[in-house]
């Protein structure tokens, strides 16, 4: 069955430091896998998404995701998060046919000052 | 960039009553999804709609739910009866094209069953 796991519930990090969402996916086909992000009071907003190719994906906001096959990975990265950043942040994989997606739980990153 | 509107923010019924929650998709998509988010839970698929008709839904999709969108205005959920377990937050997303299109979502309605 397919799934997505999001290791962290919860992650702080200071301003100015780099930052590693974790994304673990499980499926026997080629993953088609997403990033979003959802500031409070608003809906999910795409950040990057990887159909296939180049296994980093850059994204806006200068965020980048490496795709793994062998580590079944997608993890989400940033050289420098700023206090903005804090928000939900979602790795979602669509890996069947007919429009379905699979939600992560999540991580909620809180970026101190 | 296109943004997707839902309304009410936040609707408190009582259990048994009919409640509708509305969805302004994106004004050129074709293509319409209601998620269903329990909170502290993952987000979860309810429902894909396209021209007129449900494509897929889930097992969470059930017979007392149901989706239209008439005449190309409002991308509705309506449920009746309401059950106590429909609290949630459901999100409604639109997409341009289907497969694994990116799907603009709205900013959810909590919907609260007592």
């Known amino acids: 069955a397919q799934s997505v796991t999001q290791p962290d519930a919860r992650v702080t990090v200071s301003e100015g430091a780099s930052l590693q969402l974790r994304c673990k996916y499980s499926?026997?086909?080629?993953?088609?896998l997403f990033w979003y992000v959802q500031y409070p009071r608003q809906g999910l907003q795409l950040l990057l998404k990887y159909y296939s190719g180049d296994p980093v994906v850059q994204g806006v906001n200068g965020f980048e995701a490496e795709f793994s096959k062998s580590n079944s990975s997608f993890h989400l990265r940033k050289a420098s998060v700023h206090w903005s950043d804090s928000a939900v942040y979602f790795c979602?994989?669509?890996?069947?046919?007919?429009?379905?997606?699979?939600f992560g739980k999540g991580t909620h990153l809180h970026v101190l000052p | 960039g296109p943004k997707v509107l839902q309304i009410p923010s936040h609707q408190i019924i009582d259990m048994g009553q009919m409640v509708t929650l509305n969805c302004d998709p994106v004004s050129n998509h074709l293509y319409f999804y209601w998620y269903k988010q329990i909170l502290g839970q993952q987000m979860e698929f309810l429902v894909n709609?396209?021209?007129?008709?449900?494509?897929?839904k889930s097992k969470l999709f059930k017979d007392q739910f149901s989706v239209e969108r008439p005449d190309g205005s409002y991308f509705t959920l309506k449920i009746q009866p309401t059950a106590l377990e429909d609290s949630a937050v459901y999100f409604c997303?639109?997409?341009?094209?289907?497969?694994?299109?990116?799907?603009?979502f709205g900013p959810g309605t909590r919907l609260t069953v007592l």
């Open positions: 499926y026997s086909g080629t993953p088609y």
């Open positions: 709609f396209y021209n007129g008709k449900v494509m897929e």
């Open positions: 997303a639109s997409s341009l094209r289907g497969g694994y299109a990116e799907q603009f």
């Open positions: 979602v994989l669509s890996a069947v046919p007919a429009y379905k997606v699979i």
